[in-house]
C-alpha cells in the first residue's frame, strides 16, 4: 500500500445520541502519531533479510469502504541497533479471511515476485489473453491449460539442450522459457493450432445449426 493513505478506524459502541458514527480516529500511514498501539508486535532473525519487525493493526478501513475492514501491516527490516535498514517500511493489507499467523503472513508477499513474472510468461510467451473466446467455460478450459504447459516445461528443461539466440548467453539452468524456444515454433505452438481448431470447429456448426436463431 503506498504510504501517504488514509485509514480509519472502527468507531464504538453507539452512545444512542444522534446518527451512529462510521469512523473513528484517521491513521494516516507517512504519520506515526496517528497510529495508536498496534494489536501485536513480531520480530525475527530471518537468514536473508537479516532483523525484521512486523506490526499489526486490526479493524481498520478506507472512508468509502465503511463494511470492508482490514488488517494492516508494517514490514520494517532492522540493524543490530533496531535502527531501520531500509528508510521506507512495506504497508500491507489482509482483507477477507481469517488471516494466518503474523509470523507466517508477512512472508506471503515475498511470493509476488515469482506469481507476477509467471502471469506476465503467461500473455507474453504461452498467449493466454490472445484468443477471443465465446463463453465462460472455454475461457475456464484455456486457463486451465496454462499452469499444465507451464509444468511441462519445467520438467523438459533436461531433455532438451539450450538454443539461444544471438544475443543471448548460453545457460545450464533452463528456464521454462529458454526451454520453449530449445523445442522450436513447431513443437511448442502446436497446442495453440489445436485449440484454434477447436474453437473454429464449435463456431462453424453452431452457425451450421437449422435450429439456431437469427442473429447468432
Not at 28 to 45: C, I, M, Q, R, Y
Not at 99 to 125: A, G, N, S
Not at 142 to 150: C, K, R
Amino acid at each position: 500500500m503506498r504510504s501517504n493513505l488514509c485509514l480509519w478506524g472502527e468507531p464504538g459502541a453507539y452512545t444512542g445520541i444522534g446518527c451512529p458514527r462510521k469512523h473513528d480516529d484517521k491513521f494516516k500511514l507517512n504519520e506515526p502519531t496517528t497510529w495508536g498501539e498496534a494489536a501485536s508486535v513480531f520480530e525475527v532473525d530471518d537468514p536473508k533479510l537479516k532483523r525484521v519487525r512486523v506490526s499489526l493493526w486490526k479493524n481498520l478501513h478506507f472512508r468509502k469502504a465503511v463494511t470492508r475492514p482490514m488488517s494492516l501491516l508494517r514490514v520494517e527490516r532492522l540493524d543490530e541497533q533496531g535502527n531501520q535498514r531500509v528508510s521506507k517500511p512495506l504497508w500491507l493489507a489482509w482483507v477477507g479471511e481469517e488471516m494466518p499467523p503474523l509470523e507466517e503472513v508477512w512472508r506471503l508477499y515475498l511470493r509476488r515476485f515469482t506469481i507476477d513474472h509467471w502471469y506476465r510468461f503467461l500473455k507474453q510467451r504461452l498467449h493466454w489473453t490472445v484468443p477471443k473466446l465465446s463463453t465462460p467455460k472455454q475461457c475456464e478450459r484455456w486457463s486451465d491449460l496454462m499452469p499444465l504447459m507451464t509444468w511441462e516445461l519445467w520438467l523438459a528443461r533436461d531433455i532438451v539442450a539450450d538454443n539461444p539466440l544471438p544475443w543471448q548467453k548460453s545457460s545450464d539452468k533452463m528456464t521454462p522459457g529458454r526451454v520453449a524456444q530449445a523445442m522450436g515454433s513447431k513443437t511448442f505452438y502446436s497446442v495453440m493450432c489445436v485449440w484454434e481448431n477447436f474453437t473454429g470447429a464449435v463456431v462453424t456448426a453452431i452457425r451450421k445449426c437449422p435450429f439456431r436463431k437469427r442473429g447468432w
